[in-house]
Protein backbone atom coordinates (compact mmCIF):
# COMPACT_ATOMS: atom_id res chain seq x y z
CA UNK A 1 0.00 0.00 0.00
CA UNK A 2 1.32 3.20 -0.69
CA UNK A 3 1.19 5.93 2.30
CA UNK A 4 -1.83 7.64 1.10
CA UNK A 5 -3.78 4.58 1.27
CA UNK A 6 -2.30 3.88 4.23
CA UNK A 7 -3.40 7.22 5.74
CA UNK A 8 -6.99 6.54 3.72
CA UNK A 9 -6.97 3.30 5.98
CA UNK A 10 -6.09 5.09 9.51
CA UNK A 11 -8.97 7.21 8.59
CA UNK A 12 -11.24 4.55 8.27
CA UNK A 13 -10.09 2.42 10.99
CA UNK A 14 -10.87 5.96 13.40
CA UNK A 15 -14.14 5.42 12.41
CA UNK A 16 -13.91 1.45 13.05
CA UNK A 17 -12.79 2.60 16.48
CA UNK A 18 -15.01 5.06 17.71
CA UNK A 19 -18.27 2.71 16.67
CA UNK A 20 -16.36 0.53 19.15
CA UNK A 21 -16.13 2.67 21.64
CA UNK A 22 -20.14 3.83 21.51
CA UNK A 23 -21.42 0.25 21.17
CA UNK A 24 -18.97 -0.20 24.35
CA UNK A 25 -19.83 2.70 26.35
CA UNK A 26 -16.34 2.89 27.06
CA UNK A 27 -12.56 3.69 25.87
CA UNK A 28 -9.82 5.59 25.48
CA UNK A 29 -10.85 7.58 22.29
CA UNK A 30 -8.07 10.58 22.66
CA UNK A 31 -4.92 8.09 22.65
CA UNK A 32 -6.66 5.88 20.09
CA UNK A 33 -6.74 8.59 17.71
CA UNK A 34 -3.89 10.23 18.46
CA UNK A 35 -2.09 6.67 17.72
CA UNK A 36 -3.97 5.31 15.05
CA UNK A 37 -1.09 6.26 12.36
CA UNK A 38 1.86 4.72 13.93
CA UNK A 39 -0.11 1.65 14.72
CA UNK A 40 -1.15 1.33 10.62
CA UNK A 41 2.60 2.35 9.56
CA UNK A 42 4.26 -0.37 11.52
CA UNK A 43 1.44 -3.32 11.30
CA UNK A 44 1.07 -2.30 7.14
CA UNK A 45 4.12 -1.17 6.36
CA UNK A 46 7.45 -1.79 8.78
CA UNK A 47 6.53 -4.96 10.86
CA UNK A 48 6.82 -8.48 9.94
CA UNK A 49 3.70 -9.69 11.37
CA UNK A 50 0.32 -11.74 10.12
CA UNK A 51 -1.96 -14.18 11.14
CA UNK A 52 0.13 -15.92 9.09
CA UNK A 53 3.50 -16.01 11.23
CA UNK A 54 2.10 -15.08 14.43
CA UNK A 55 3.88 -18.72 15.81
CA UNK A 56 7.15 -18.29 13.82
CA UNK A 57 9.59 -17.61 16.44
CA UNK A 58 11.00 -14.81 13.67
CA UNK A 59 8.05 -12.39 13.67
CA UNK A 60 8.78 -8.93 14.58
CA UNK A 61 7.17 -8.13 18.34
CA UNK A 62 5.40 -5.66 19.47
CA UNK A 63 4.19 -4.30 23.03
CA UNK A 64 1.49 -1.76 23.13
CA UNK A 65 2.81 -0.47 26.65
CA UNK A 66 0.09 2.47 26.70
CA UNK A 67 -2.54 -0.63 26.73
CA UNK A 68 -5.35 1.59 27.20
CA UNK A 69 -5.07 2.13 23.27
CA UNK A 70 -6.30 -0.78 23.14
CA UNK A 71 -9.43 -0.39 21.38
CA UNK A 72 -7.75 1.63 18.02
CA UNK A 73 -4.96 -1.47 18.43
CA UNK A 74 -7.59 -4.23 18.05
CA UNK A 75 -8.88 -2.83 15.07
CA UNK A 76 -5.70 -2.97 13.59
CA UNK A 77 -5.62 -6.47 14.26
CA UNK A 78 -8.78 -6.92 13.14
CA UNK A 79 -8.11 -5.63 10.29
CA UNK A 80 -5.11 -7.74 9.47
CA UNK A 81 -6.83 -10.12 10.12
CA UNK A 82 -6.27 -11.58 13.55
CA UNK A 83 -10.11 -11.36 14.58
CA UNK A 84 -13.14 -10.74 13.73
CA UNK A 85 -14.03 -6.86 13.75
CA UNK A 86 -17.67 -7.37 14.16
CA UNK A 87 -16.92 -9.94 17.31
CA UNK A 88 -14.83 -7.47 18.63
CA UNK A 89 -17.44 -4.42 18.25
CA UNK A 90 -20.13 -6.37 19.41
CA UNK A 91 -18.90 -7.79 22.34
CA UNK A 92 -16.23 -5.40 23.60
CA UNK A 93 -16.19 -4.54 27.11
CA UNK A 94 -19.20 -6.50 27.70
CA UNK A 95 -20.04 -9.05 30.68
CA UNK A 96 -18.41 -12.41 29.88
CA UNK A 97 -15.91 -10.86 26.79
CA UNK A 98 -12.85 -11.71 25.83
CA UNK A 99 -12.39 -8.67 24.66
CA UNK A 100 -11.60 -6.62 27.60
CA UNK A 101 -10.70 -3.15 28.26
CA UNK A 102 -6.78 -4.01 28.02
CA UNK A 103 -4.75 -5.89 25.81
CA UNK A 104 -4.54 -9.19 26.55
CA UNK A 105 -2.74 -12.29 25.18
CA UNK A 106 -5.12 -15.20 25.16
CA UNK A 107 -6.28 -13.29 21.72
CA UNK A 108 -4.26 -13.71 18.78
CA UNK A 109 -1.49 -11.50 17.35
CA UNK A 110 -1.10 -9.86 21.31
CA UNK A 111 2.32 -10.30 22.65
CA UNK A 112 2.05 -9.21 26.18
CA UNK A 113 -0.82 -8.07 29.08
CA UNK A 114 -0.75 -4.51 29.45
CA UNK A 115 -2.87 -1.24 31.21
CA UNK A 116 -0.22 -0.66 34.02
CA UNK A 117 1.82 2.08 32.16
CA UNK A 118 5.76 1.78 32.62
CA UNK A 119 6.07 -2.44 31.44
CA UNK A 120 6.53 -2.70 27.87
CA UNK A 121 9.72 -0.82 27.59
CA UNK A 122 11.47 -2.86 29.77
CA UNK A 123 9.47 -6.12 28.54
CA UNK A 124 10.55 -5.33 24.78
CA UNK A 125 14.19 -5.11 26.11
CA UNK A 126 14.12 -8.97 26.96
CA UNK A 127 12.58 -9.81 24.06
CA UNK A 128 15.44 -7.42 22.08
CA UNK A 129 17.89 -9.23 24.47
CA UNK A 130 16.64 -13.05 23.34
CA UNK A 131 16.75 -11.93 19.67
CA UNK A 132 20.17 -10.79 20.14
CA UNK A 133 21.24 -14.28 22.50
CA UNK A 134 19.61 -16.06 19.35
CA UNK A 135 21.15 -14.38 16.72
CA UNK A 136 17.21 -13.73 15.55
CA UNK A 137 16.99 -11.00 12.96
CA UNK A 138 13.29 -9.81 14.36
CA UNK A 139 12.64 -6.38 15.37
CA UNK A 140 11.06 -5.20 18.70
CA UNK A 141 8.66 -2.00 18.46
CA UNK A 142 6.66 -0.79 22.06
CA UNK A 143 4.78 2.05 21.84
CA UNK A 144 4.53 4.33 25.12
CA UNK A 145 2.36 7.46 25.90
CA UNK A 146 3.85 10.41 27.00
CA UNK A 147 2.63 11.13 30.26
CA UNK A 148 3.72 7.22 30.50
CA UNK A 149 7.34 8.42 30.50
CA UNK A 150 7.18 9.59 34.11
CA UNK A 151 7.00 5.93 35.55
CA UNK A 152 10.56 5.34 36.52
CA UNK A 153 10.42 2.13 34.97
CA UNK A 154 10.82 3.73 31.69
CA UNK A 155 14.19 5.41 32.52
CA UNK A 156 15.30 2.29 34.22
CA UNK A 157 14.64 0.43 30.83
CA UNK A 158 16.13 3.57 28.69
CA UNK A 159 19.02 2.73 30.65
CA UNK A 160 19.29 -0.77 29.70
CA UNK A 161 18.59 -0.60 26.74
CA UNK A 162 21.34 2.39 26.04
CA UNK A 163 23.59 -0.28 27.44
CA UNK A 164 23.21 -3.20 25.56
CA UNK A 165 22.82 -1.12 22.65
CA UNK A 166 20.02 -2.92 21.39
CA UNK A 167 19.84 -1.65 17.52
CA UNK A 168 16.95 -4.43 16.77
CA UNK A 169 14.71 -2.28 19.08
CA UNK A 170 12.41 0.44 18.29
CA UNK A 171 10.24 2.19 20.90
CA UNK A 172 7.75 4.87 20.15
CA UNK A 173 6.52 8.09 21.69
CA UNK A 174 3.32 9.02 21.54
CA UNK A 175 4.00 12.53 22.47
CA UNK A 176 0.26 13.99 22.01
CA UNK A 177 1.26 16.53 25.00
CA UNK A 178 -1.80 15.65 26.92
CA UNK A 179 -2.47 13.08 30.05
CA UNK A 180 -5.80 12.36 32.23
CA UNK A 181 -5.07 15.66 34.07
CA UNK A 182 -3.80 18.00 31.35
CA UNK A 183 -0.99 19.03 29.51
CA UNK A 184 1.92 16.62 29.79
CA UNK A 185 4.41 19.53 30.51
CA UNK A 186 1.96 21.01 33.33
CA UNK A 187 1.61 17.60 35.31
CA UNK A 188 4.92 16.67 34.72
CA UNK A 189 7.03 18.39 32.14
CA UNK A 190 9.66 15.88 29.18
CA UNK A 191 11.37 18.41 28.01
CA UNK A 192 14.10 18.70 26.45
CA UNK A 193 12.58 15.39 25.55
CA UNK A 194 15.02 13.64 22.89
CA UNK A 195 17.81 14.90 24.79
CA UNK A 196 16.80 12.75 27.39
CA UNK A 197 16.70 9.47 25.46
CA UNK A 198 19.70 11.01 24.20
CA UNK A 199 21.91 10.96 26.93
CA UNK A 200 20.83 6.92 27.80
CA UNK A 201 22.00 6.78 24.47
CA UNK A 202 19.46 5.84 22.24
CA UNK A 203 19.26 7.57 18.59
CA UNK A 204 16.38 9.60 18.44
CA UNK A 205 14.13 10.42 15.63
CA UNK A 206 11.31 13.00 16.17
CA UNK A 207 8.58 12.78 13.15
CA UNK A 208 4.96 14.20 12.44
CA UNK A 209 3.08 11.17 14.01
CA UNK A 210 -0.15 11.77 12.37
CA UNK A 211 2.14 11.88 8.68
CA UNK A 212 2.81 8.98 7.28
CA UNK A 213 4.91 10.01 5.09
CA UNK A 214 7.23 11.40 8.10
CA UNK A 215 6.36 7.97 10.30
CA UNK A 216 7.41 5.85 7.11
CA UNK A 217 10.83 7.97 6.83
CA UNK A 218 11.18 7.61 10.79
CA UNK A 219 10.60 4.19 11.30
CA UNK A 220 13.40 3.81 7.96
CA UNK A 221 15.88 5.05 9.57
CA UNK A 222 15.50 3.09 13.10
CA UNK A 223 15.96 0.14 10.68
CA UNK A 224 19.37 1.29 9.71
CA UNK A 225 20.62 2.36 13.09
CA UNK A 226 23.16 0.11 14.36
CA UNK A 227 24.92 0.21 17.66
CA UNK A 228 22.19 1.44 19.38
CA UNK A 229 18.38 1.50 20.12
CA UNK A 230 16.24 3.65 18.55
CA UNK A 231 13.44 6.22 19.91
CA UNK A 232 10.87 7.85 17.39
CA UNK A 233 9.32 10.56 19.11
CA UNK A 234 6.11 10.65 16.94
CA UNK A 235 4.59 14.46 17.50
CA UNK A 236 0.52 13.65 17.22
CA UNK A 237 -2.56 15.37 18.18
CA UNK A 238 -4.72 13.77 20.87
CA UNK A 239 -8.06 13.27 19.65
CA UNK A 240 -6.71 13.86 16.05
CA UNK A 241 -9.49 13.33 13.14
CA UNK A 242 -12.10 15.41 14.52
CA UNK A 243 -12.03 19.28 16.19
CA UNK A 244 -14.90 17.45 18.98
CA UNK A 245 -12.19 15.92 20.60
CA UNK A 246 -8.96 17.42 19.16
CA UNK A 247 -5.93 18.43 21.83
CA UNK A 248 -9.03 18.39 24.61
CA UNK A 249 -7.94 16.55 27.92
CA UNK A 250 -11.43 15.72 28.76
CA UNK A 251 -11.60 12.68 25.69
CA UNK A 252 -8.89 11.36 27.28
CA UNK A 253 -11.84 8.87 28.08
CA UNK A 254 -14.83 10.88 26.99
CA UNK A 255 -17.79 8.59 24.88
CA UNK A 256 -19.06 10.65 22.67
CA UNK A 257 -23.03 11.33 22.89
CA UNK A 258 -25.19 10.94 19.81
CA UNK A 259 -24.38 14.10 18.58
CA UNK A 260 -21.35 14.55 19.08
CA UNK A 261 -20.63 10.74 17.77
CA UNK A 262 -22.74 12.17 14.68
CA UNK A 263 -19.66 15.31 14.17
CA UNK A 264 -17.04 13.16 15.04
CA UNK A 265 -18.20 10.57 12.00
CA UNK A 266 -19.08 13.77 9.89
CA UNK A 267 -15.17 15.05 10.13
CA UNK A 268 -13.56 11.87 10.02
CA UNK A 269 -15.16 11.28 6.62
CA UNK A 270 -14.02 14.70 5.41
CA UNK A 271 -10.73 14.25 6.52
CA UNK A 272 -10.53 10.42 4.95
CA UNK A 273 -12.01 12.24 1.51
CA UNK A 274 -9.29 15.14 1.90
CA UNK A 275 -6.65 12.55 2.27
CA UNK A 276 -8.27 10.59 -0.91
CA UNK A 277 -8.16 13.12 -2.98
CA UNK A 278 -4.91 15.32 -2.41
CA UNK B 1 -24.51 -4.15 69.36
CA UNK B 2 -26.05 -2.16 67.16
CA UNK B 3 -29.49 -2.33 65.23
CA UNK B 4 -29.35 -3.24 62.06
CA UNK B 5 -29.92 0.23 59.93
CA UNK B 6 -32.54 1.11 58.04
CA UNK B 7 -31.38 1.10 54.44
CA UNK B 8 -32.98 3.71 52.56
CA UNK B 9 -33.46 3.11 49.43
CA UNK B 10 -33.45 6.82 48.14
CA UNK B 11 -30.87 7.70 50.50
CA UNK B 12 -27.79 9.36 49.22
CA UNK B 13 -25.62 7.87 46.84
CA UNK B 14 -22.20 9.59 46.83
CA UNK B 15 -19.16 7.39 46.38
CA UNK B 16 -16.77 7.35 49.04
CA UNK B 17 -13.83 8.72 47.65
CA UNK B 18 -15.94 12.32 47.39
CA UNK B 19 -16.14 12.03 50.72
CA UNK B 20 -12.49 11.61 51.58
CA UNK B 21 -12.18 14.88 50.02
CA UNK B 22 -15.02 16.79 51.47
CA UNK B 23 -13.37 16.06 55.10
CA UNK B 24 -10.46 16.65 54.07
CA UNK B 25 -10.81 20.07 52.37
CA UNK B 26 -12.47 20.80 55.40
CA UNK B 27 -9.27 19.54 57.65
CA UNK B 28 -7.11 21.94 55.21
CA UNK B 29 -8.77 24.98 55.65
CA UNK B 30 -7.33 24.53 59.03
CA UNK B 31 -4.45 23.29 58.99
CA UNK B 32 -1.70 23.95 56.21
CA UNK B 33 0.25 21.06 57.03
CA UNK B 34 -2.22 18.74 55.36
CA UNK B 35 -1.41 17.48 51.83
CA UNK B 36 -2.76 15.64 49.15
CA UNK B 37 -0.62 13.65 46.53
CA UNK B 38 -1.93 12.90 43.42
CA UNK B 39 -0.19 10.83 40.44
CA UNK B 40 -2.39 11.77 37.38
CA UNK B 41 -5.54 10.53 39.33
CA UNK B 42 -6.83 13.67 40.92
CA UNK B 43 -10.07 13.36 38.61
CA UNK B 44 -10.68 9.93 39.65
CA UNK B 45 -9.94 10.60 43.57
CA UNK B 46 -12.32 13.17 43.61
CA UNK B 47 -9.61 15.61 44.30
CA UNK B 48 -9.87 18.34 41.75
CA UNK B 49 -11.95 20.68 44.60
CA UNK B 50 -9.36 19.99 46.50
CA UNK B 51 -6.49 21.23 44.39
CA UNK B 52 -8.19 24.15 42.96
CA UNK B 53 -8.89 25.43 46.50
CA UNK B 54 -5.57 24.61 47.86
CA UNK B 55 -2.66 24.66 45.14
CA UNK B 56 -0.44 25.28 47.84
CA UNK B 57 -1.01 22.23 49.87
CA UNK B 58 -1.64 20.14 46.38
CA UNK B 59 1.56 18.12 44.16
CA UNK B 60 1.18 16.14 41.59
CA UNK B 61 3.82 13.44 40.39
CA UNK B 62 2.56 12.32 37.52
CA UNK B 63 2.12 8.70 36.52
CA UNK B 64 4.33 7.54 39.20
CA UNK B 65 3.32 5.90 41.59
CA UNK B 66 6.24 4.78 43.38
CA UNK B 67 7.45 8.06 43.52
CA UNK B 68 4.22 8.99 44.75
CA UNK B 69 4.59 7.05 48.18
CA UNK B 70 8.11 7.83 48.70
CA UNK B 71 7.78 11.58 48.31
CA UNK B 72 4.86 11.73 50.62
CA UNK B 73 6.95 9.64 52.90
CA UNK B 74 9.75 12.68 52.81
CA UNK B 75 6.43 15.54 53.44
CA UNK B 76 5.50 13.36 56.48
CA UNK B 77 9.31 12.99 57.91
CA UNK B 78 9.00 16.86 57.86
CA UNK B 79 5.59 17.43 59.60
CA UNK B 80 3.36 17.63 57.04
CA UNK B 81 0.10 15.25 56.87
CA UNK B 82 0.08 13.65 53.39
CA UNK B 83 -2.81 11.67 51.85
CA UNK B 84 -1.35 9.51 48.80
CA UNK B 85 -4.23 9.17 46.25
CA UNK B 86 -3.79 6.68 43.43
CA UNK B 87 -6.16 3.61 41.81
CA UNK B 88 -5.83 1.24 44.08
CA UNK B 89 -4.40 -1.13 41.84
CA UNK B 90 -0.87 0.47 41.25
CA UNK B 91 -1.06 2.25 44.80
CA UNK B 92 -1.00 -1.64 46.72
CA UNK B 93 1.51 -3.51 43.60
CA UNK B 94 3.31 -0.74 41.59
CA UNK B 95 4.22 1.24 45.39
CA UNK B 96 4.92 -1.99 47.36
CA UNK B 97 7.75 -1.94 48.55
CA UNK B 98 7.86 1.95 49.14
CA UNK B 99 5.23 1.40 51.08
CA UNK B 100 6.80 -1.24 53.20
CA UNK B 101 9.82 0.97 53.88
CA UNK B 102 9.05 4.40 53.32
CA UNK B 103 5.59 4.55 55.48
CA UNK B 104 5.48 1.40 57.73
CA UNK B 105 9.20 0.64 58.27
CA UNK B 106 10.55 4.25 58.78
CA UNK B 107 7.06 4.72 60.63
CA UNK B 108 6.16 8.09 58.63
CA UNK B 109 2.48 9.51 58.75
CA UNK B 110 1.68 8.36 55.18
CA UNK B 111 -2.05 8.22 54.65
CA UNK B 112 -2.16 5.85 51.60
CA UNK B 113 -5.39 6.34 49.45
CA UNK B 114 -6.74 3.44 47.47
CA UNK B 115 -9.45 4.94 44.88
CA UNK B 116 -11.40 2.45 42.58
CA UNK B 117 -10.66 -0.28 44.75
CA UNK B 118 -11.47 -3.85 44.16
CA UNK B 119 -13.21 -4.77 40.89
CA UNK B 120 -14.40 -0.85 40.19
CA UNK B 121 -12.76 -0.65 37.17
CA UNK B 122 -14.99 -3.74 35.87
CA UNK B 123 -13.77 -4.52 32.25
CA UNK B 124 -10.54 -3.04 32.25
CA UNK B 125 -8.96 -6.24 33.57
CA UNK B 126 -6.66 -7.44 36.00
CA UNK B 127 -4.08 -4.39 34.97
CA UNK B 128 -6.70 -2.61 37.04
CA UNK B 129 -8.19 -4.93 39.71
CA UNK B 130 -7.22 -4.75 43.14
CA UNK B 131 -7.81 -8.00 44.76
CA UNK B 132 -4.59 -8.56 46.44
CA UNK B 133 -4.41 -5.40 48.57
CA UNK B 134 -5.88 -6.00 51.70
CA UNK B 135 -3.32 -9.72 51.84
CA UNK B 136 -0.22 -7.10 50.70
CA UNK B 137 -0.97 -4.21 53.08
CA UNK B 138 -1.67 -6.35 56.04
CA UNK B 139 1.09 -8.22 55.91
CA UNK B 140 3.22 -5.54 56.86
CA UNK B 141 4.44 -4.92 60.44
CA UNK B 142 3.07 -1.22 61.57
CA UNK B 143 0.61 -0.90 58.27
CA UNK B 144 -3.12 -0.29 58.84
CA UNK B 145 -5.72 -1.56 56.23
CA UNK B 146 -9.32 0.17 56.16
CA UNK B 147 -12.34 -0.15 53.78
CA UNK B 148 -14.95 1.84 54.74
CA UNK B 149 -18.62 1.17 53.87
CA UNK B 150 -20.19 4.24 53.08
CA UNK B 151 -19.96 7.90 53.02
CA UNK B 152 -20.45 8.22 57.00
CA UNK B 153 -18.17 5.58 58.11
CA UNK B 154 -15.54 6.98 55.64
CA UNK B 155 -15.85 10.34 56.80
CA UNK B 156 -15.40 9.58 60.72
CA UNK B 157 -12.54 7.34 59.49
CA UNK B 158 -10.92 10.20 57.93
CA UNK B 159 -11.37 12.37 60.77
CA UNK B 160 -9.80 9.74 62.95
CA UNK B 161 -7.01 9.02 60.76
CA UNK B 162 -6.20 13.33 60.60
CA UNK B 163 -5.60 13.22 64.51
CA UNK B 164 -3.10 10.50 64.48
CA UNK B 165 0.63 10.08 63.34
CA UNK B 166 0.90 6.71 61.92
CA UNK B 167 0.48 5.72 58.09
CA UNK B 168 -2.29 3.61 56.49
CA UNK B 169 -3.91 2.50 53.84
CA UNK B 170 -7.46 2.81 53.17
CA UNK B 171 -9.47 1.44 50.38
CA UNK B 172 -12.34 3.11 48.46
CA UNK B 173 -14.33 2.21 45.28
CA UNK B 174 -15.04 3.82 42.08
CA UNK B 175 -18.97 3.40 42.59
CA UNK B 176 -21.01 5.67 44.48
CA UNK B 177 -22.74 3.67 47.20
CA UNK B 178 -25.81 3.58 48.99
CA UNK B 179 -25.93 5.29 52.47
CA UNK B 180 -25.66 2.46 55.10
CA UNK B 181 -25.77 4.60 57.87
CA UNK B 182 -26.61 8.35 58.48
CA UNK B 183 -25.52 11.83 59.84
CA UNK B 184 -27.22 11.02 63.27
CA UNK B 185 -26.78 7.62 63.44
CA UNK B 186 -23.00 6.02 62.13
CA UNK B 187 -21.77 4.22 65.05
CA UNK B 188 -18.14 4.44 64.73
CA UNK B 189 -15.02 3.50 67.49
CA UNK B 190 -11.65 3.78 66.09
CA UNK B 191 -10.18 0.22 65.01
CA UNK B 192 -13.56 -1.54 66.47
CA UNK B 193 -15.53 -3.07 64.10
CA UNK B 194 -19.43 -2.10 63.89
CA UNK B 195 -21.95 -4.92 64.96
CA UNK B 196 -24.74 -4.21 63.55
CA UNK B 197 -27.68 -7.02 65.01
CA UNK B 198 -31.51 -7.29 66.19
CA UNK B 199 -31.24 -9.90 68.58
CA UNK B 200 -28.69 -10.49 71.41
CA UNK B 201 -27.87 -14.03 70.93
CA UNK B 202 -27.55 -14.19 66.87
CA UNK B 203 -27.50 -17.70 65.04
CA UNK B 204 -24.83 -16.65 62.27
CA UNK B 205 -22.58 -14.26 61.97
CA UNK B 206 -21.51 -12.15 58.29
CA UNK B 207 -18.34 -10.37 58.32
CA UNK B 208 -17.58 -7.98 55.63
CA UNK B 209 -16.45 -4.65 54.80
CA UNK B 210 -16.23 -1.90 52.13
CA UNK B 211 -18.86 -2.57 49.61
CA UNK B 212 -19.29 -5.63 50.73
CA UNK B 213 -21.39 -4.42 54.14
CA UNK B 214 -24.70 -3.42 52.42
CA UNK B 215 -25.55 -6.58 50.69
CA UNK B 216 -24.67 -8.36 53.94
CA UNK B 217 -27.21 -6.20 56.07
CA UNK B 218 -29.90 -6.96 53.10
CA UNK B 219 -29.02 -10.57 53.80
CA UNK B 220 -29.02 -10.84 57.24
CA UNK B 221 -33.09 -8.62 57.10
CA UNK B 222 -33.74 -11.25 54.46
CA UNK B 223 -32.52 -14.56 56.66
CA UNK B 224 -34.59 -12.64 60.02
CA UNK B 225 -37.87 -13.15 58.20
CA UNK B 226 -36.87 -16.79 57.63
CA UNK B 227 -36.17 -17.23 61.48
CA UNK B 228 -32.84 -17.18 61.44
CA UNK B 229 -31.03 -14.19 62.72
CA UNK B 230 -27.64 -13.12 61.68
CA UNK B 231 -25.22 -10.18 63.34
CA UNK B 232 -23.04 -8.17 60.50
CA UNK B 233 -19.86 -7.15 61.65
CA UNK B 234 -19.00 -3.80 59.39
CA UNK B 235 -15.16 -4.72 59.91
CA UNK B 236 -13.81 -1.41 58.32
CA UNK B 237 -10.72 -1.89 60.20
CA UNK B 238 -9.91 -5.11 58.77
CA UNK B 239 -5.93 -4.20 60.29
CA UNK B 240 -6.15 -3.72 63.41
CA UNK B 241 -8.13 -6.40 63.10
CA UNK B 242 -10.53 -7.00 65.51
CA UNK B 243 -10.70 -10.14 66.96
CA UNK B 244 -12.56 -9.38 70.11
CA UNK B 245 -15.63 -8.46 67.89
CA UNK B 246 -15.64 -11.51 65.89
CA UNK B 247 -15.48 -14.17 69.41
CA UNK B 248 -17.48 -12.02 71.76
CA UNK B 249 -20.43 -14.01 68.96
CA UNK B 250 -19.22 -17.49 69.17
CA UNK B 251 -21.28 -18.42 72.04
CA UNK B 252 -24.66 -18.23 70.11
CA UNK B 253 -23.53 -18.57 66.42
CA UNK B 254 -23.47 -21.67 64.03
CA UNK B 255 -20.57 -20.12 62.21
CA UNK B 256 -19.39 -17.72 60.14
CA UNK B 257 -19.97 -16.44 56.97
CA UNK B 258 -17.29 -13.71 55.40
CA UNK B 259 -17.79 -11.44 52.42
CA UNK B 260 -14.98 -9.37 50.99
CA UNK B 261 -13.85 -7.92 47.55
CA UNK B 262 -10.82 -9.44 47.73
CA UNK B 263 -8.87 -12.81 46.35
CA UNK B 264 -10.02 -15.43 48.26
CA UNK B 265 -6.43 -15.88 50.20
CA UNK B 266 -5.35 -13.31 52.62
CA UNK B 267 -7.82 -10.90 53.37
CA UNK B 268 -10.82 -10.83 55.84
CA UNK B 269 -11.81 -14.79 55.56
CA UNK B 270 -8.42 -15.53 56.00
CA UNK B 271 -8.22 -13.68 59.06
CA UNK B 272 -12.12 -14.65 60.60
CA UNK B 273 -10.99 -17.83 59.84
CA UNK B 274 -7.57 -17.95 61.57
CA UNK B 275 -9.27 -15.71 64.47
CA UNK B 276 -12.12 -18.50 64.54
CA UNK B 277 -10.05 -21.47 64.39
CA UNK B 278 -7.50 -20.38 67.27
CA UNK B 279 -10.00 -19.51 69.95
CA UNK B 280 -13.30 -21.34 69.03
CA UNK B 281 -13.27 -23.41 65.99
CA UNK B 282 -16.69 -23.44 64.04
CA UNK B 283 -17.45 -23.32 60.38
CA UNK B 284 -16.02 -19.78 58.67
CA UNK B 285 -17.99 -19.98 54.66
CA UNK B 286 -15.36 -17.70 52.77
CA UNK B 287 -16.83 -15.20 49.72
CA UNK B 288 -14.41 -13.61 47.79
CA UNK B 289 -13.68 -13.23 44.19
CA UNK B 290 -12.37 -16.41 42.54
CA UNK B 291 -8.02 -16.95 42.68
CA UNK B 292 -8.15 -16.20 38.88
CA UNK B 293 -8.85 -13.41 36.37
CA UNK B 294 -12.68 -11.95 37.04
CA UNK B 295 -14.95 -12.62 34.34
CA UNK B 296 -15.61 -9.02 32.25
CA UNK B 297 -18.08 -7.01 33.46
CA UNK B 298 -19.15 -4.18 35.78
CA UNK B 299 -18.78 -4.54 39.37
CA UNK B 300 -22.39 -5.50 39.87
CA UNK B 301 -21.97 -7.99 37.14
CA UNK B 302 -18.77 -9.37 38.83
CA UNK B 303 -20.24 -9.69 41.93
CA UNK B 304 -23.63 -11.40 40.81
CA UNK B 305 -21.48 -13.61 39.23
CA UNK B 306 -19.57 -15.11 42.01
CA UNK B 307 -22.20 -14.28 44.50
CA UNK B 308 -21.07 -11.72 46.57
CA UNK B 309 -24.69 -10.26 46.80
CA UNK B 310 -27.42 -10.41 49.80
CA UNK B 311 -28.38 -13.75 47.53
CA UNK B 312 -25.38 -15.08 47.54
CA UNK B 313 -24.78 -14.52 51.42
CA UNK B 314 -28.11 -15.59 52.52
CA UNK B 315 -27.03 -18.78 50.64
CA UNK B 316 -24.30 -18.99 52.16
CA UNK B 317 -25.70 -18.53 55.75
CA UNK B 318 -28.18 -20.83 55.32
CA UNK B 319 -25.41 -23.57 54.48
CA UNK B 320 -24.38 -23.80 57.60
CA UNK B 321 -27.45 -24.67 59.03
CA UNK B 322 -27.96 -27.40 56.28
C1 LIG C 1 0.77 2.50 36.29
C2 LIG C 1 -0.44 3.22 35.84
N1 LIG C 1 -0.82 4.33 36.50
C3 LIG C 1 -1.94 4.98 36.14
C4 LIG C 1 -2.71 4.52 35.12
C5 LIG C 1 -4.02 5.22 34.76
N2 LIG C 1 -3.94 5.84 33.46
C6 LIG C 1 -4.43 5.28 32.34
S1 LIG C 1 -4.17 6.17 30.97
C7 LIG C 1 -3.40 7.39 31.85
C8 LIG C 1 -2.88 8.61 31.18
C9 LIG C 1 -1.90 8.25 30.13
O1 LIG C 1 -1.40 9.36 29.48
P1 LIG C 1 -0.43 9.15 28.25
O2 LIG C 1 0.63 8.18 28.64
O3 LIG C 1 0.03 10.47 27.80
O4 LIG C 1 -1.35 8.42 27.20
P2 LIG C 1 -2.19 9.02 25.97
O5 LIG C 1 -2.15 10.51 26.03
O6 LIG C 1 -1.52 8.52 24.75
O7 LIG C 1 -3.57 8.47 26.11
C10 LIG C 1 -3.37 7.06 33.21
C11 LIG C 1 -2.80 7.91 34.28
C12 LIG C 1 -2.29 3.34 34.47
N3 LIG C 1 -3.01 2.79 33.48
N4 LIG C 1 -1.15 2.73 34.85
MG1 LIG D 1 -0.32 11.62 26.12
Redesign the interface.
Known sequence: MTNKELSVLAYELRKKTVDVIMG?G?GHIGGDMSVMDVLVMLYFKHMNISPENQDDPGRDRFVLSK?HSVESYYTVLSEKGFFDYETYKNTF??????????P?NTLPGVEM??????HGLPVSIGMALAGKMDQASYRVYTVMGD??L???SVWEGAMAAGHYKLDNLCAVVDRNGL???GSTED??SHEPLAERFAAFGWHVIECDGNDMDSLDAAFSEAKCTKGQPSVVIAHTVKGRGSAVMENKAPWHHKVPTAEEYARIEADLETRKEELAHA | MHKLPELNTVGNKIPNRQAICDTLMAAAADDRNVVAL?S?????ASMTPFFNAFPQQSI?????E??LVSISAGLAKCGKKPYAFSPA??LST?SYEQAKIDCAYSDTNVKLIGISGGVS?G??????HSAQDIAAFSAIPNMRVYLPSDQHQTAKLIRALLTDQKCAYVRVGRNPVEDIYSAENCPFEMDKATVLCDTENPDAAIVACGEMVRPAIEAAKALAASGIHAAVVDMYCVKPFDTEAILKLAPTVKGYVTVEEHAPFGGLGSMVSQAVAAACPKRVVNLALPDAPV????SK?VFDTYGLNAEGIRQAVRSLFA
Do not use: K, W
Open positions: AAGSRYGSEFIGHHNSGSLGGEAEGQISVM | CDSRGSEVGIAQNCFRYALGMSHITGTE
